[in-house]
């Protein structure tokens, strides 16, 4: 049976393109119930997300059957997308989606979010009973992605401003709960970072601003503090996290000021990020004591890189885990191709082996036990034996969509047809419409 | 033949812990493997120092090389329970090292060896030995974290993060935790300076002999006492704590062993 994906993504297709192929909830829903006519599926999972639309399949459905479907459910000719396609099957699609969760092929390396993306998209279609042979696939998809974030540091280190500000104070400081942090300046890159301070449960917040109104309605937002800006050296005393991100053209945390500030407190800890361009603060302020730490955004940009750098090495680790659960996957699926014909085999020689061992032990009634045991034993190895390389290919061939045939060719060989099992060749009805009747 | 079996089998283990823990620094995976090499050396240097004891009754303490051997052994042990703590789990890529390097120095060089029957640890000595032992840990566990303090916070000052900035606990718990291990040391080395005395007494008939070896012991005591006072007075805190605590525990490496060297006492260590 084959199991294929299709779709875009942010790589593939430019934004213009990826909203006008987007599934949105009540398409999806059509989808699954109206399901397609022609249609031979026997199992189909949706994925729509602002970076990815993709079509998971499994059966004997063809890529331009599930492509005028979907160009149906959207409304637009298959012509104006077709171009920014992927498409893979069998373990390239499993490598595919096992990348997806565990957020190899995000926009934002190792992100997390479309992991839970890909659990609504399959809980979506469980609720309509269209997964069915995807099932296993998305399990270990789901997997992957948990043991990505779990066992490699793929989604840890910041990639962006506002987290490394986070990240940073917290490899300082550890515990944010207990500290303040003074945001000076309410602007676009104050509140944003603000806001990532008080997500990440600093404990006291003050803002301030030449703008009084600005600080406090920012203030009410992350429910801190707003404080007047005459008042800021005092608020820089009492700050553990400084961030400056005004618009001034000249430095707002001068030499003196902060000298002034943190007078006799050299040796606390203390951060201050120069978030402004031009700068807020003179770099000579962190030399004002041994516990200052001063980064300004192109030290913070060089954080983000090199973060950047630990999380490709960290997909390194991950790339194995994909390929490790691609194998035990395929090896799984296809146990479930062969293992009725394996299983049938196996019976068929082991009725002749002992129908004739029964028949020998008859004729040979003078053994003793010993000696009977002996032959008995020999009859079992030699099947064993002889069993031993059909079996092992079998189980290849069930991964190999291509060699499927080679296992009918085993039941006509074996005339293994006796009993009605499952068919391993693709059925022709067995679509959703069918199904939901 | 068992005896050169042990000491291979803790010099392997050892060594083979200094590396995995090293790369567990570049790669939190190798930790388990460094786990398990501790654990094979520690025990088989458990079976190398507890035979003799079991066997024949006697106690290989006579020389300062067996007295740091048992301070490996204390100190490893030590490390094997407290590294399930978060904070402590990258401890031993500086510690195990270390250790190892201590146990090679004075198990490789040729030394006379020793035994004494192990009812000598039951008075005064063995009490002082068995109390300063247990604060020399915990100073050396103090002035790991003041390395590791100062590995850490070079790379933020310089803005130049690698290893450490990714792989060492936050600055401030490193100096909290070192504090607070010094405030345990303290203590319990002034009991320990107790039971010193209570030996000298023995020996000398005064509780205070200005011997170099009861001096020098005084001495490390007062440094971590000042550590304490500048703490808690003038408020050092991180970058000069941390540079203190290493330090400190320099006097301590002399007290045990460049007094024992070059004043040779009666206790031989």
Request: net charge neutral; glycine share 8%.
């Given at each position: 049976?084959?199991?294929?994906?299709?779709?875009?993504?942010?790589?593939?297709?430019?934004?213009?393109?990826?909203?006008?192929?987007?599934?949105?909830?009540?398409?999806?829903?059509?989808?699954?119930?109206?399901?397609?006519?022609?249609?031979?599926?026997?199992?189909?999972?949706?994925?729509?997300?602002?970076?990815?639309?993709?079509?998971?399949?499994?059966?004997?459905?063809?890529?331009?059957?599930?492509?005028?479907?979907?160009?149906?459910?959207?409304?637009?000719?298959?012509?104006?997308?077709?171009?920014?396609?992927?498409?893979?099957?069998?373990?390239?699609?499993?490598?595919?989606?096992?990348?997806?969760?565990?957020?190899?092929?995000?926009?934002?390396?190792?992100?997390?979010?479309?992991?839970?993306?890909?659990?609504?998209?399959?809980?979506?279609?469980?609720?309509?009973?269209?997964?069915?042979?995807?099932?296993?696939?998305?399990?270990?998809?789901?997997?992957?992605?948990?043991?990505?974030?779990?066992?490699?540091?793929?989604?840890?280190?910041?990639?962006?401003?506002?987290?490394?500000?986070?990240?940073?104070?917290?490899?300082?400081?550890?515990?944010?709960?207990?500290?303040?942090?003074?945001?000076?300046?309410?602007?676009?890159?104050?509140?944003?970072?603000?806001?990532?301070?008080?997500a990440s449960g600093v404990g006291n917040i003050v803002i301030t601003s030449r703008t009084a109104d600005h600080a406090h309605r920012l203030a009410l937002d992350v429910k801190g503090v707003g404080v007047e800006f005459g008042r800021l050296t005092t608020a820089m005393r009492e700050a553990d996290i400084i961030v400056s991100s005004t618009s001034a053209p000249h430095p707002i945390i001068t030499l003196?000021?902060?000298?002034?500030?943190?007078?006799?407190?050299?040796?606390?800890?203390?951060?201050?990020?120069?978030?402004?361009?031009?700068?807020?603060?003179?770099?000579?302020?962190?030399?004002?004591?041994?516990?200052?730490?001063?980064?300004?955004?192109?030290?913070?940009?060089?954080?983000?890189?090199?973060?950047?750098?630990?999380?490709?090495?960290?997909?390194?680790?991950?790339?194995?885990?994909?390929?490790?659960?691609?194998?035990?996957?395929?090896?799984?699926?296809?146990?479930?191709?062969?293992?009725?014909?394996?299983?049938?085999?196996?019976?068929?020689?082991?009725?002749?082996?002992?129908?004739?061992?029964?028949?020998?032990?008859?004729?040979?009634?003078?053994?003793?036990?010993?000696?009977?045991?002996?032959?008995?034993?020999?009859?079992?190895?030699?099947?064993?034996?002889?069993?031993?390389?059909?079996?092992?290919?079998?189980?290849?061939?069930?991964?190999?969509?291509?060699?499927?045939?080679?296992?009918?060719?085993?039941?006509?060989?074996?005339?293994?047809?006796?009993?009605?099992?499952?068919?391993?060749?693709?059925?022709?009805?067995?679509?959703?419409?069918?199904?939901?009747? | 033949?068992?005896?050169?079996?042990?000491?291979?089998?803790?010099?392997?283990?050892?060594?083979?812990?200094?590396?995995?823990?090293?790369?567990?620094?570049?790669?939190?995976?190798?930790?388990?493997?460094?786990?398990?090499?501790?654990?094979?050396?520690?025990?088989?240097?458990?079976?190398?120092?507890?035979?003799?004891?079991?066997?024949?009754?006697?106690?290989?303490?006579?020389?300062?090389?067996?007295?740091?051997?048992?301070?490996?052994?204390?100190?490893?042990?030590?490390?094997?329970?407290?590294?399930?703590?978060?904070?402590?789990?990258?401890?031993?890529?500086?510690?195990?090292?270390?250790?190892?390097?201590?146990?090679?120095?004075?198990?490789?060089?040729?030394?006379?060896?020793?035994?004494?029957?192990?009812?000598?640890?039951?008075?005064?000595?063995?009490?002082?030995?068995?109390?300063?032992?247990?604060?020399?840990?915990?100073?050396?566990?103090?002035?790991?974290?003041?390395?590791?303090?100062?590995?850490?916070?070079?790379?933020?000052?310089?803005?130049?993060?690698?290893?450490?900035?990714?792989?060492?606990?936050?600055?401030?718990?490193?100096?909290?935790?070192?504090?607070?291990?010094?405030?345990?040391?303290?203590?319990?080395?002034?009991?320990?300076?107790?039971?010193?005395?209570?030996?000298?007494?023995?020996?000398?008939?005064?509780?205070?002999?200005?011997?170099?070896?009861?001096?020098?012991?005084?001495?490390?005591?007062?440094?971590?006492?000042?550590?304490?006072?500048?703490?808690?007075?003038?408020?050092?805190?991180?970058?000069?704590?941390?540079?203190?605590?290493?330090?400190?525990?320099?006097?301590?490496?002399?007290?045990?062993?460049?007094?024992?060297?070059?004043?040779?006492?009666?206790?031989?260590?």
């Amino acid at each position: 049976m084959q199991i294929q994906v299709v779709g875009l993504n942010h790589q593939t297709a430019p934004i213009e393109i990826r909203e006008r192929v987007s599934l949105g909830p009540d398409q999806i829903a059509r989808a699954y119930t109206e399901g397609h006519p022609y249609l031979a599926i026997r199992g189909v999972v949706i994925v729509s997300t602002c970076n990815r639309t993709e079509v998971y399949w499994a059966g004997a459905a063809t890529l331009a059957e599930i492509l005028s479907w979907w160009e149906v459910l959207v409304g637009i000719p298959r012509g104006d997308f077709v171009d920014h396609l992927y498409w893979y099957a069998n373990s390239e699609a499993y490598t595919h989606l096992f990348r997806v969760t565990s957020g190899l092929d995000s926009m934002v390396l190792g992100e997390t979010q479309i992991l839970g993306q890909i659990k609504a998209s399959y809980q979506l279609a469980n609720g309509y009973q269209a997964v069915g042979a995807l099932h296993r696939l998305f399990q270990y998809a789901l997997r992957v992605g948990k043991r990505a974030h779990g066992e490699t540091g793929i989604s840890h280190n910041a990639l962006s401003v506002g987290h490394a500000v986070v990240e940073l104070a917290k490899k300082v400081f550890g515990d944010l709960e207990p500290l303040t942090a003074l945001v000076i300046g309410a602007g676009e890159t104050g509140s944003l970072v603000a806001r990532h301070l008080a997500a990440s449960g600093v404990g006291n917040i003050v803002i301030t601003s030449r703008t009084a109104d600005h600080a406090h309605r920012l203030a009410l937002d992350v429910k801190g503090v707003g404080v007047e800006f005459g008042r800021l050296t005092t608020a820089m005393r009492e700050a553990d996290i400084i961030v400056s991100s005004t618009s001034a053209p000249h430095p707002i945390i001068t030499l003196e000021k902060a000298r002034a500030a943190f007078k006799g407190q050299g040796q606390r800890l203390r951060f201050v990020f120069d978030l402004a361009v031009p700068r807020d603060v003179e770099p000579d302020v962190a030399k004002v004591g041994s516990g200052i730490f001063l980064y300004d955004v192109d030290d913070i940009e060089q954080i983000v890189v090199a973060n950047y750098r630990q999380r490709q090495k960290e997909a390194i680790k991950v790339e194995r885990i994909v390929q490790e659960e691609r194998v035990a996957l395929e090896e799984e699926l296809g146990a479930t191709e062969v293992g009725p014909v394996i299983r049938l085999l196996r019976e068929k020689a082991e009725l002749i082996r002992q129908q004739e061992l029964s028949r020998a032990m008859q004729r040979l009634s003078t053994l003793t036990p010993e000696e009977r045991s002996v032959v008995e034993e020999t009859t079992r190895i030699m099947m064993n034996k002889f069993l031993n390389d059909p079996m092992t290919s079998m189980r290849r061939w069930g991964n190999d969509g291509g060699k499927a045939v080679y296992i009918d060719a085993i039941r006509e060989l074996f005339r293994l047809r006796e009993e009605k099992a499952p068919s391993i060749t693709l059925p022709a009805s067995g679509d959703i419409a069918s199904r939901e009747a | 033949m068992i005896v050169f079996g042990l000491m291979s089998c803790t010099f392997l283990g050892y060594l083979a812990a200094s590396g995995f823990y090293v790369a567990a620094l570049y790669d939190r995976r190798r930790e388990l493997w460094a786990r398990g090499a501790v654990y094979f050396g520690w025990t088989a240097q458990t079976v190398y120092l507890f035979r003799p004891i079991v066997i024949l009754g006697v106690i290989s303490t006579m020389s300062l090389y067996d007295w740091m051997a048992w301070f490996v052994w204390v100190v490893t042990g030590t490390f094997l329970v407290i590294q399930h703590r978060r904070q402590y789990a990258q401890v031993g890529s500086f510690l195990i090292p270390i250790v190892f390097l201590l146990w090679v120095g004075s198990q490789g060089l040729n030394h006379p060896a020793g035994t004494q029957r192990p009812s000598i640890l039951v008075g005064w000595l063995g009490l002082y030995i068995a109390v300063a032992t247990a604060s020399y840990v915990v100073f050396l566990l103090a002035a790991i974290f003041g390395i590791m303090y100062m590995e850490k916070e070079r790379e933020l000052k310089k803005k130049q993060i690698r290893l450490f900035y990714y792989q060492l606990p936050p600055l401030e718990d490193m100096d909290l935790i070192a504090s607070r291990l010094i405030m345990v040391g303290v203590p319990l080395f002034a009991v320990a300076l107790y039971f010193g005395a209570q030996t000298v007494k023995l020996v000398w008939g005064s509780y205070w002999a200005w011997t170099a070896k009861e001096t020098w012991s005084f001495i490390t005591w007062l440094v971590y006492l000042v550590y304490l006072g500048l703490r808690w007075i003038l408020g050092w805190r991180g970058h000069r704590s941390a540079i203190y605590a290493m330090l400190a525990f320099i006097v301590v490496m002399f007290n045990f062993i460049g007094v024992n060297l070059l004043f040779p006492g009666p206790r031989g260590y």
